[in-house]
């Protein structure tokens, strides 16, 4: 089975089980058990058609929108400089860090190590940072996955209204066009912008 590491705010890394979930379809009652590739492969099964729109995670309710306590990172090779970057200033903040990979800058695919970070947010109830080169391809993959709503951010801008107006629950960088210093403001800017909710949730249901 593969592993992923949670890293502690004192740079501690353990290792676990990528996870299994179970989640029920809409309407029916029933599960998809999400079958974990051997090697790494991620969650073949994570996709559409598995969770309610009730169920789907957020973090747009924590206390007065307090910097969220643990995050999902997950980043193909083109994306594994900014994200250890990103790693590194989270674990400073006093953040539990979910790292699914990958961890060298050895070429992958990244729609299965995508999968494997979408599937700690929804478990977990976390939001989500994914890292490519451009960010596109990340955040088609994830957008895939229902229950989560990604979105590419490459402004100031654009990252607050990715969480003010779309309730995005996982934010796509692109390590080869964003430079660290301004990803990291936009880590900061998503992680502690607040859905405004109103007109707004009536267009995400929509989205459903």
């Given amino acids: 089975m593969s592993k992923f590491g949670v890293y502690s705010p004192k740079g501690q890394r353990h290792t676990a089980p990528t996870p299994c979930i179970p989640l029920p379809r809409t309407g029916e009652g029933e599960t998809i058990t999400q079958a974990c590739e051997s090697g790494g492969g991620g969650c073949s099964e994570l996709r559409k058609g598995g969770v309610p729109f009730s169920s789907v995670a ?11 306590t643990r995050i999902a990172l997950a980043a193909d090779h083109a994306g594994f400089p900014l994200k250890e970057a990103v790693k590194a ?10 790292d699914v ?13 995508v999968r494997k970070g979408c599937a700690v947010v929804l478990e977990q109830k ?13 955040a088609m993959a994830a957008n895939k996955v229902r229950g989560i709503r990604a979105a590419l951010c490459y402004s100031e801008e654009s990252t607050r209204l990715a969480r003010a107006h779309n309730n995005a629950n996982v934010m796509s960088l692109g390590g080869r066009l964003t430079e660290t210093a301004l990803a990291l403001t936009l880590v900061d800017i998503f992680l502690t912008t607040e859905f405004e909710g109103g007109r707004h949730e009536r267009r995400i249901q929509d989205l459903e």
């Fill in 101 to 113: 990979g990958t961890f060298s800058e050895k070429p992958v695919d990244y729609p299965a190590i």
């Fill in 58 to 68: 957020t973090f747009a309710t924590m206390d007065a929108m307090a910097y969220p």
């Fill in 126 to 138: 976390c939001p989500g940072l994914i890292f490519g080169g451009s960010g596109n391809g990340e």
């Fill in 89 to 98: 200033h989270l674990i400073a903040k006093g953040v539990d860090i979910v």
